[in-house]
């Protein structure tokens, strides 16, 4: 059995996608996901699949959102306990 590049990708895409579904912390599962779409929407582009292509980006969107709104609400968090000290 010969893998090529492309299936390759796809097969790391899933792996990376399917370990994060395994994390109990939220920030880590977002980050191993992203990189999982990120994979994914590599894969689709490479293989013309449009529909996976663009799924997968806009996940990948929705995690560096999230992951971005945490950030900021962590730093509002540590500056609003470094005020009270």
Do not use: H
Not at 74 to 81: P, Q
């Amino acid at each position: 059995m010969e893998f090529n590049m492309v299936e390759i990708l796809g097969y790391a895409a899933s792996i990376m996608v399917a370990i994060s579904l395994t994390m109990k912390d939220i920030v880590r599962l977002r980050v191993l996901n992203f990189i999982g779409c990120a994979l994914f929407t590599a894969y689709g582009i490479m293989i013309d699949a449009w529909p996976v292509a663009a799924t997968n980006g806009f996940i990948a969107c929705v995690n560096i959102y999230f992951l971005a709104k945490m950030q900021k609400e962590k730093n509002a968090s540590d500056e609003n306990s470094e005020s009270l000290n």
